[in-house]
Nanobody, 120 residues
């Protein structure tokens, strides 16, 4: 059974850091594009960034450049989203997704999300 499971969310103060994990089962992430998306309360889901199978990174959200980075550990079949200098505007449910061709809201496989709350 193909499954993506996010973890690592939680409550963090502004300026803090979190590392989210996206663990895959039922398939090998090596050859897939992996994307991170987020959905803030009352807003539509939006793309944050993607990493290709070769390690190339595409940012969809300018506000996270220089603060968020994505990496993959193929041995662990896991992709990570390192988030630094967090802001209240980063509060959202974060989702990872996988597809063998494209990065976007139409990706084939999705996790159920992990909540990140940035607040004092």
């Amino acid at each position: 059974q193909v499954q993506l499971v996010e973890s690592g969310g939680g409550l963090v103060q502004p300026g803090g850091s979190l590392r989210l994990s996206c663990a895959a089962s039922g398939f090998t992430l090596d050859y897939y594009i992996i994307g991170w998306f987020r959905q803030a309360p009352g807003k539509e889901r939006e793309g944050v960034l993607c990493i290709s199978s070769l390690g190339g990174i595409t940012y969809f959200e300018d506000s996270v450049k220089g603060r968020f980075t994505i990496s993959r550990d193929n041995a662990k079949n896991t992709v990570y989203l390192q988030m630094n200098s967090l802001k209240p505007a980063d509060t959202a449910v974060y989702y990872c997704a996988a597809d063998d061709q494209v990065c976007g809201l139409g990706m084939d496989y999705w996790g159920k999300g992990t909540l990140v709350t940035v607040s004092t």
